[in-house]
């Protein structure tokens, strides 16, 4: 039983717009969240975090939505541009050290 | 400067042949973690290092266990592999801040093969 669903493997948009990667998750205890990106050949890199309390975080370019009612979160880059192309894993931790991952979106940015 | 280090980037053993996975880290994070990642599949923790105390997964196999000698290393034995352990796998440090809100670095992955 996945507990935090990723359920677009791939997604594709034309440089300059907006991408919108979702993720969704079943814990209610869930209350941190993690964004990571991962090129080809390299370990997933930490991109952005929402804590639980906050509904968005905003980080340059990319800003992260928590609907903690739906059980889901998501992430937008804006504007997309062709170097974010990589896998976007999400990844929720109940209070521990643990994170439990989505199984990934591929982005693909269009020049 | 790779601060989360993995070796070797590819292993490719036998059926039943031992091989040992390593990690090493210039963070001095005092937890590392061990992630199985198949294709298309989400990673998989497998076990945790927090300092000395070695924190397993209810369903990770028996056939795998770590060592962590130092803050610095941490290894992955496999004792008998089979075709089912063929996969990327991941290693990750944190550093033991608020707990639950600690971000995780990684290395860039040992991809197994196993013959």
């Known amino acids: 039983d996945q507990q935090v669903k990723q359920n677009s493997p791939s997604l594709s948009v034309q440089e300059g717009r907006i991408s919108i990667l979702n993720c969704d998750y079943t814990n209610s205890m869930f209350d941190y969240f993690l964004w990571y990106k991962k090129y080809p050949a390299e370990g997933p890199t930490f991109l952005i975090s929402i804590s639980s309390i906050k509904d968005k975080n905003e980080d340059g370019r990319f800003t992260v939505f928590l609907n903690k009612s739906a059980k889901h979160l998501s992430l937008h880059i804006v504007p997309s541009q062709p170097g974010d192309s990589a896998v976007y894993f999400c990844a929720a931790s109940s209070g521990t050290y643990k994170y439990i991952f989505g199984t990934g979106t591929r982005l693909k940015v269009l020049a | ?115």
């Open chain 2, 1 to 115: 400067d790779a601060m989360v280090i993995q070796n070797p980037r590819y292993q490719v053993t036998q059926f039943g042949k031992p091989v040992t996975l390593s990690c090493s880290q210039t963070l001095n994070h005092n937890v590392m973690y061990w992630y199985q990642q198949k294709s298309s599949q989400a990673p998989k923790l497998l076990f945790h290092y927090y300092d000395k105390d070695f924190n397993n997964e209810a369903d990770t196999p028996d056939n795998f266990q770590s060592r962590r000698p130092n803050t610095s290393f941490c290894f992955l034995d496999i004792r008998s592999p089979g075709l089912g352990d063929a996969a990327m796998y991941l290693c990750a440090t944190s550093i033991n801040a608020d707990r639950g809100q600690n971000i995780q670095y990684f290395g860039a992955g040992t991809r197994l093969s196993v013959l």
